[in-house]
């Protein structure tokens, strides 16, 4: 991972992350690892600097089950209308919950007023 990444992953705080699998459309697989941040979802393949997909949580239309032959933990997340990734996950429905609860929650950097300059 690169130190640019390093950084911005501290700074807004890594919600969830494990081992994951991304399938492409031609049902190729890639093995890496999978985070959610406060403001995105990383998938980073094994050996690469930088991520393979980088989706803000803001984008995301809908979160769906799917299942493939005998894997069962299909994460499938369609975002900018149109746009589709398929994560192999350890468990659906941690992932689900963990995406949602990112999602609700306020990421508004507190203001200052000009009662706290005195």
């Not at 807004?12 to 190729?28: D, G, Q, T, W, Y």
């Not at 406060?38 to 991520?51: D, S, V, Y």
């Not at 192999?88 to 200052?112: G, L």
Request: hydrophobic share 35%.
């Amino acid at each position: 991972m690169n130190k640019y990444l390093e950084q911005l992953l501290d700074i807004e705080v890594i919600a969830k992350s494990e081992p994951a699998s991304m399938l492409h459309e031609n049902n190729k697989r890639c093995n890496g690892r999978l985070i959610l941040s406060g403001k995105r979802i990383l998938f980073i393949c094994n050996g690469n600097e930088n991520p393979e997909i980088d989706i803000d949580l803001d984008t995301i239309n809908s979160l769906t089950h799917e299942s493939q032959f005998v894997d069962h933990n299909i994460l499938a997340i369609h975002y900018l209308q149109y746009e589709l990734a398929r994560f192999t996950v350890i468990d659906y429905d941690s992932w689900e919950t963990a995406i949602e609860q990112q999602r609700m929650k306020p990421h508004v950097k507190p203001q200052f007023s000009i009662y706290d300059l005195n």
